[in-house]
């Protein structure tokens, strides 16, 4: 069913959230979501957390996670849901997968300091939840706190992104093994946001299709970085490709997501919803 309140993408303090899971867990209740997934960056460190959370509100509760995969020389997105939480292969991929992060970190703070930011690394720590889980968005909110920009989205777009001070290009997990990991784990592979990649049209086909190939089984096609026109766009490929389809804020904090927990449009009638094929995998 279509109408349905469901939430499959968020962030705690586990990866670059503000919140930690069970804070996460009563918002997305008070606003009334039906079934929820909390999806932290290469981490499932919270989800035994999240899923007991969920149960006390009375949420039904999918595991999750979002696993950074280069692709064409592009960073894109992959969420899995519906996966066994002690898999050990999947819990060594993302553990690999985190592993460049402390590095990149110092580069990134190294390019912050030739432009006269100091000490950046140790800045971004302080919002750091979890040691192996450094991001940029940590970085943002340290150079936000020190006024050098005003908001996120305003240090991504003079620092942090390709050509820019901050900006270190970086290798992460293939598609082969994200998918792969989570179906191994007895989940499905989800393309995160396909609207936010820079691809040429024939890029994004290769994406959909050798996702597809490796047995990825949807897409989100309602989530807090899309506009409408690209709900529509996305539900057509969604049906092009034979993909399920998934809906989730990917939200990070009230202080800076636009889109908060359950607060979206439902899916298309017409898309076939991801979680109507996770049925058996709902806690
Ligand atoms: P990382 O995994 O360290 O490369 O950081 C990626 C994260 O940065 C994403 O998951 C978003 O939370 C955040 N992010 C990326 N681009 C932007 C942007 N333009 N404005 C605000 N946050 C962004
Ligand atoms: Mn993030
Ligand atoms: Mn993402
Ligand atoms: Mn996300």
Redesign the pocket.
Known sequence: MSILNADLHC?SVV??GTLQPEVLAARAAANGVELWALTD??EIGGQHRAAAAAREHGMRYLTGT?I?VTFAGE?V?IVGLGFDPDDPQMKRGLEETRGG?GA?AHEIAAGLAQVGIKDAYEGALKYVGNPEL????HF?RFLVETGVCKD??E???RY??EGKPGYVP?RWASLKHAVQWITDAGGMAVIAHPARYKFTANEEYALFSEFKAHGGRAVEVVTGSHTSAEYVKYAATAKEFGLAASRGS?F?SPD?SHTDLGQLPYLPGDLTPVWELLADRIQ
């Open positions: 962030h990866s670059d960056h290469d979002e950074s960073t997105h992060r990149r450094i991001s940029r968005t943002a996120t989205p240090v991504f777009r942090l992104v970086h990917d990070h800076e």
